[in-house]
């Protein structure tokens, strides 16, 4: 059944009519053009759909869309502010955290949301608090020197 939805994306209000049951990802990608958050598996397994809701990461993929009504939402496309990336987006640049790229993204709004509730994480810490997102490609050991890097930076 239709629904309209309302809420605000990367700093925009947004109104879209469509399936409510439709996922999140779905529209995010197809009817707002926000690629930057992929598929993957399509069952909240492998983080790759991650963006943040109200400051909290969740997997749009089995999000309905219908449950986004009055949220606030940040895509990784969303993360940068003023043409300057994030610190944790430069923090990956500067680890060379990804190999295919496919996983950065998810990873990259995993991260943020984790040092935004943890913001000295330790080895371990950084570790657990990303254990629900999949790197095909391997790249576990320079994402954590990432994540690393940006707790650093941030100065916190
Ligand atoms: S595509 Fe959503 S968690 Fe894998
Ligand atoms: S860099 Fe390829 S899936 Fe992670």
Partial sequence: ????????????KTTVTTDGDRPLLDVLREDLQLTGTKYGCGEARCGACGVLADGKRIFTCVTPVKEAEGMTLVTIEGLSEGGKLHPVQEAFL??????????????VIAAVSLLQAKPKPTEAEIVAGMNRNLCRCCGY?????????AAAGMGR
Avoid: S
């Fill in 94 to 107: 500067a680890e060379g955290a990804y190999q295919c790229g496919y996983c950065t993204p998810g990873m």
């Fill in 141 to 149: 050991p320079k994402i954590v020197k990432a994540i690393e890097r």
């Fill in 1 to 12: 059944m239709n629904v309209t939805v309302n809420f605000t994306v990367n700093g925009r």
